[in-house]
């Protein structure tokens, strides 16, 4: 009879999970510049280089444009060196032509007296994807040479899944290729993730799963 009951009992939470299932694993590419870089000075060089995550969420090496919109303030070469020539603005664009489809990230640079990188945290909302309770805010921030994911206090997540994880990606949809973080053991309020060794650019998504029937619960883009 406790068998029985045991049996059914996976069952349903079996079949239950199966109904938020994910088929769909794509998404859009994505072009991104790595590097924030707010004021360049004047008569000195910045590198900018960027990031290309194709429709499943991977990195690729693809032949890059380079673009300044006022190269009489800042002239961009076709490997993403930069020279700020005088005082001013301009919007430094990069494009990769996907088949047809371009790709593309901008910022906007000044130039003035001294160069100033600009090292920001991000953050996001994360919400569930399914029938299962999943809310909170998350902040991302660099630690030395580490980032540090940071849950905030209005977080809270169901107890009621057969092993809950959290991940970093870039492709919302699946766990194929996300860092994962580990298991969740905070199911209410504020705690916090350090992922060694990672850019703060380097995901654009934070993810949960359903491990052990590999269901997605929610997700948070990062902003």
Known sequence: MKLTFLFLASFILFTSCIKDDFVADTVDPILRIDQAVDTLAVNSEFRFTALYLNNIGTSEEVSILWQSSAPEII???????????????????????????????????????????????RSGTIATTSSYLLEGDFTLSALGNDIELSIADN?????????????????????ASAYEIGPVTTFSGAHSYTIPAAGLNDYNYVLYFCKPFNVKVGDGEIQ
Not at 85 to 94: F, K, P
Not at 103 to 108: A, F, L, N, P
Not at 155 to 175: D, H, M
Request: no cysteine.
């Open 75 to 121: 002239s961009i070469d076709p490997n993403g060196l930069a020279l700020g020539l005088q005082v001013g603005g301009a919007t430094i664009t990069a494009t990769f032509n996907d088949d047809g489809q371009l790709v593309q990230d901008s910022i906007q640079v000044h130039v003035g007296e001294q160069t100033v990188i600009v090292n920001t945290a």
């Open 155 to 175: 977080y809270r997540a169901s107890t009621a899944l057969p092993g809950l994880y959290v991940y970093l990606t870039n492709n919302p949809n699946t766990i």
